[in-house]
């Protein structure tokens, strides 16, 4: 079982639907939590990161924490064609010493015009 | 913003050959990391190094080494090359060994 888990899709949206991703991971002590968005060949780039439980927000994307149930979640409202790309869930794991990112097998995403 | 640079951006390599990749991390970040991403999978860290000391250490065959010299520029050798070290090489740095890590464009190895 991968430490962190994603759902590998695709996952297709229409254009302007809210698309929701989700991945779980497994190290309880886990802190800090990482969106990455990787177009095909191309490096991960940032998209959002989040420490604390709750919802965080920024312009389209909105990330949500929950460390009892283990869950982080990435929603994208007003979905457009240029969002489709690999997104990669990342943790920093409190049993790998929190440094380096352990990543999911990324979900990805495609918005149809 | 001044990013992350790596260089070469290509590669190809045959097989027992060595290759050296070079990642310069953005301007006063002191922490750099290397990841490996091969043909359909999730980037798998390799080594990491934080103030010119090696931090942590990943899944990085023994035939790889790495360092990070006074300018915070870090260098991956890769000696005798095979078929299966052809990747993706990313580095990524970040503004001491606790924050947020952002990538560069990445090296493709080929080895042939």
Redesign the interface.
Known sequence: QKEVEQNSGPLSVPEGAIASLNCTYSDRGSQSF?W?RQYS??????IM?IYSNGDKEDGRFTAQLNKASQYVSLLIRDSQPSDSATY?CAAQLMN???????????TRLLVSP | AAGVIQSPRHLIKEKRETATLKCYPIPRHDTVYWYQQGPGQDPQFLISFYEKMQSDKGSIPDRFSAQQFSDYHSELNMSSLELGDSALYFCASSLTNEETQYFGPGTRLLVL
């Open positions: 990482f990455y060949g191309k490096s991960p780039e940032l990161s990669l790998t010493g929190f440094q380096k990112l352990v990543f999911g097998t990324g």
